[in-house]
T-cell receptor
Framework: EDQVTQSPEALRLQEGESSSLNCSYT??????LFWYRQDPGKGPEFLFT???AGEEKEKERLKATLTKKESFLHITAPKPEDSATYLC?????????FGAGTTVTVRA | IAGITQAPTSQILAAGRRMTLRCTQD?????MYWYRQDLGLGLRLIHY???????GKGEVPDGYSVSRANTDDFPLTLASAVPSQTSVYFC????????????FGQGTRLTVV
């Protein structure tokens, strides 16, 4: 059975204080690992897809990396608008399996 | 604007009533999904469809049914609602059923009383 575990559950940062979120996974036949951002009351918004170990993707202050067992989402010099819940998901043959998410709060 | 439209945005429903949540996409995606999101449990797959005319069961299918008569629409029906079906429901679609990102609607907040 596919499993996705995200840590920490919550992260409180000061503006400008860089940090990383972890996503550990076990899946048979990984087709892709995905990162999403979710704001309160909204649907998840797609950020990145990673397909193979060693791959990295960047978007503004966010950088996602992938190994054979885990992925990291690095937030560099965060701003208050980066506050959100970040979801990790893995894809096998027919579905996305999600972790419970990390809620990030960035204080000015 | 291209994307996924869900309706209604919220609903309060009496237990035992039948309810259909609507989902329409205009991206011509082959695959569509229904998830429910509950605090502490994350997003769990209810049903999916890899292409028009086919559907499959996800992780938590009991009490729900779906149909996929065409590419664009993927309604979710609760035949006889129970309080444990109180949740936020998200519809999503992707170009294919594996390895491609899924795009989500804004959700339907359902309360069964």
């Amino acid at each position: 059975e596919d499993q996705v575990t995200q840590s920490p559950e919550a992260l409180r940062l000061q503006e400008g204080e860089s940090s990383s979120l972890n996503c550990s996974y076990t899946v048979s036949g990984l087709r892709g690992l995905f990162w999403y951002r979710q704001d309160p009351g909204k649907g998840p918004e797609f950020l990145f897809t990673l397909y193979s170990a060693g791959e990295e993707k960047e978007k503004e202050r966010l950088k996602a990396t992938l190994t054979k067992k885990e992925s990291f989402l690095h937030i560099t010099a965060p701003k208050p608008e980066d506050s959100a819940t970040y979801l990790c998901a893995v894809s096998n043959d027919y579905k996305l399996s999600f972790g419970a998410g990390t809620t990030v709060t960035v204080r000015a | 604007i291209a994307g996924i439209t869900q309706a209604p945005t919220s609903q309060i429903l009496a237990a035992g009533r039948r309810m259909t949540l609507r989902c329409t996409q205009d991206m011509r995606h082959n695959a569509m999904y229904w998830y429910r999101q509950d605090l502490g449990l994350g997003l769990r797959l209810i049903h999916y469809s890899n292409t028009a005319g086919t559907t499959g069961k996800g992780e938590v299918p009991d009490g729900y049914s779906v149909s996929r008569a065409n590419t664009d629409d993927f309604p979710l029906t609760l035949a006889s609602a129970v309080p444990s079906q109180t949740s936020v429901y998200f519809c999503a679609s992707s170009a294919s059923d594996s390895g491609t990102e899924a795009f989500f609607g804004q959700g339907t907040r359902l309360t069964v009383v």
